[in-house]
């Protein structure tokens, strides 16, 4: 089976980012044939500064190689170093009903949140359908809020296959597992859209004071609270060893402790588990050749299949001659 999936270098990768998709790059690496790649074209909707999306695209190739994306079992690539997508989004485009587009929810959320509704945050699913229509993929992993995107990227291929000949496969969402249970330091969904991130390779003095200014109940130290209706808890489920769960369940249940000792634990937790990720990008960055060819040869191998797909579709439609 073939896997892809995109990030968008729009800001630092989080923890949700981490728990809610990158974890699970990492496993279908190992199973499956995977293409994962940085979507700095989809990015460009939000980001106006050439450089600050320079410097974001790279640190996102460096946090993805150090939380253990392995390029000679997975695809690594930059969406814009394979310009045969662009290409196919406009074919796709020509027969998009206007219709579709506008029913999608991630257009109507952002317009209400009064994001600038242009003509790339309108037509952000055809490009997100030739993302993955190019490279034949069978699963695309994501969360509960993308499960729509790819219901478009189904409709517009069947629509194409019907109008001229079957040659684009149909993918399925693969939902990832704890894709919404990851709080911020509000107790919400952690999103960059809601100021709540608690950075993955942030200095750890300031992650920890993050960490121990989550926001919490009111509820007196001597009661007795149930562990798994508390972020806190959610939280360190996420990183802690099974030993220092129970005893941190053990005490919620007993009572008679305060949330920063909960606090302390999960950033001790969060230091010990991202520590060898963090020794690994501090190796990447003395590296930055070698970065740069892990994407060239990412981008060398996906074009190779994004132009087999492209030069199908040419041909269906009546763009080239017959081969």
Known sequence: MRVLSGIQPTGRFHWGNYFGAIRQYIDLQNEHDSYYFIANLHALTTIRDAALL????H????DLLALGLDPNKATLYVQSDVPEVSQLTWILMTSTPMGLL???VSFKEKKERG???DAGLFTYPVLMAADILAYDANWVPVGQDQVQHIEVCRDLAKSFNHKFSEVFVLPEARLMADSAKVPGTDGEKMSKS???IISLFEEEKAARKKIMRIQTDSRPMEDAKDPETDHLYQLLKLMASPEELQEMADLYRRGGFGYGQVKKALADAAEKFFAPAREKRRELEQRPDTVADILREGAKRARVQAAAVLARAEEACGLTAPS
Request: charged share 30%.
């Open 54 to 57: 320079r410097s974001l695209t």
């Open 59 to 62: 640190d996102a190739a460096l």
């Open 102 to 104: 506008e029913r999608c």
């Open 115 to 117: 994001i600038a509704a």
């Open 194 to 196: 809601y100021d709540n």
